[in-house]
């Protein structure tokens, strides 16, 4: 942020989950940067004190919690080292989320559990345990991933997006109960974006998909990060229950 201007997002505390790496990292580094305080999110803590360091490096201000978003104590423990240390929680942005694919035939329970439990479960943990004090504060921003594939489907991957169907459900559902509190709640439907999450497809679906993007290249974090730092914003106040999709025309 230069100076001589407000940052956009200037002492907001806000929660990403899923930070440490892909998607979420980038929304952190972008968060910060419009002046938020940025608490990053995941299971490795690791990787997720490598990504404070660099945030913090470049001048942002973030920290570092471990959640595991599938587990109500770890949320409800991570939730509370936000609130002890910051008073309140402005922003959560869900966005952790794994993939277990297979076709339906040849899924295991596991693997639709795991999925299940994580994207779609962790985002009703996540969202219960901040909208407590997002109530209280009478605002908040709630953005959750959700992806192209929970409204178009895709073979292989019935688990996931099942999960990402259900954040579309839950997202709107929450939306209109919370409204009148001044909290809202929208969804972010990427495309496909090159993080660790894509990087296992093969070359011949690659270029399939490629084929069907009419802006001619695959996503990047920072594209997907553009549209939650806006969801955040006061510039998005009157915008709620949506799902935005950042997939450069796949699905226009
Ligand atoms: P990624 O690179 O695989 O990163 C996933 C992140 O989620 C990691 O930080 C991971 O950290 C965290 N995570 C996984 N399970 C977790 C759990 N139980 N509790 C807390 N954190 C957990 O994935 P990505 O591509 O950035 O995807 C981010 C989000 O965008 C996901 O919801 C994904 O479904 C969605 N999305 C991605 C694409 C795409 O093309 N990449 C497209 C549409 C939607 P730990 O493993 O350390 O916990």
């Given at each position: 942020?230069?100076?001589?201007?407000?940052?956009?997002?200037?002492?907001?505390?806000?929660?990403?989950?899923?930070?440490?790496?892909?998607?979420?990292?980038?929304?952190?580094?972008?968060?910060?940067?419009?002046?938020?305080?940025?608490?990053?999110?995941?299971?490795?803590?690791?990787?997720?004190?490598?990504?404070?360091?660099?945030?913090?490096?470049?001048?942002?201000?973030?920290?570092?919690?471990?959640?595991?978003?599938?587990?109500?104590?770890?949320?409800?423990?991570?939730?509370?080292?936000?609130?002890?240390?910051?008073?309140?929680?402005?922003?959560?942005?869900?966005n952790?989320?794994?993939?277990?694919?297979?076709?339906?035939?040849?899924?295991?329970d596991?693997?639709?559990?795991?999925?299940?439990?994580?994207?779609?479960?962790?985002v009703?943990?996540?969202?219960q345990?901040?909208?407590?004090?997002?109530?209280?504060q009478?605002?908040?921003?709630?953005?959750?991933?959700?992806?192209?594939?929970?409204?178009?489907?895709?073979?292989?991957?019935?688990?996931?997006?099942?999960?990402?169907?259900?954040?579309?459900?839950?997202?709107?559902?929450?939306?209109?109960?919370?409204?009148?509190?001044?909290?809202?709640?929208?969804?972010?439907?990427?495309?496909?974006?090159?993080?660790?999450?894509?990087?296992?497809?093969?070359?011949?679906?690659?270029?399939?998909?490629?084929?069907?993007?009419?802006m001619?290249?695959?996503?990047?974090?920072?594209?997907?990060?553009?549209?939650?730092?806006?969801?955040?914003?006061?510039?998005?106040?009157?915008?709620?229950?949506?799902?935005?999709?950042?997939?450069?025309?796949?699905?226009?």
């Open positions: 942020m230069s100076g001589g201007q407000t940052a956009a997002l200037a002492d907001k505390v806000m929660l990403v989950t899923g930070a440490s790496r892909g998607i979420g990292r980038a929304v952190a580094s972008t968060l910060a940067d419009q002046g938020a305080v940025v608490v990053l999110a995941a299971r490795d803590t690791g990787r997720l004190d490598a990504a404070v360091g660099e945030i913090t490096t470049a001048g942002g201000r973030a920290e570092a919690v471990a959640i595991d978003v599938a587990d109500r104590a770890s949320v409800e423990a991570a939730l509370k080292r936000v609130l002890d240390a910051h008073g309140r929680i402005d922003g959560l942005v869900n952790a989320g794994v993939t277990r694919d297979n076709l339906v035939l040849r899924m295991k596991e693997d639709w559990q795991a999925v299940l439990s994580t994207n779609l479960t962790g009703f943990l996540c969202t345990a901040a909208l407590k004090p997002m109530i209280k009478r605002s908040g921003r709630i953005v959750n991933i959700t992806s192209v594939v929970g409204l178009i489907g895709n073979a292989g991957q019935a688990n996931y997006a099942a999960s990402k169907a259900g954040v579309v459900g839950f997202t709107k559902s929450v939306a209109r109960e919370v409204a009148s509190r001044g909290i809202t709640v929208n969804a972010v439907a990427p495309g496909f974006v090159e993080t660790d999450m894509t990087a296992a497809m093969t070359d011949k679906a690659r270029e399939a998909v490629l084929a069907a993007i009419p001619g290249r695959v996503g990047r974090p920072e594209d997907i990060a553009g549209a939650v730092a806006f969801l955040v914003s006061d510039a998005a106040g009157y915008l709620t229950g949506q799902v935005l999709g950042v997939d450069g025309g796949f699905r226009m």
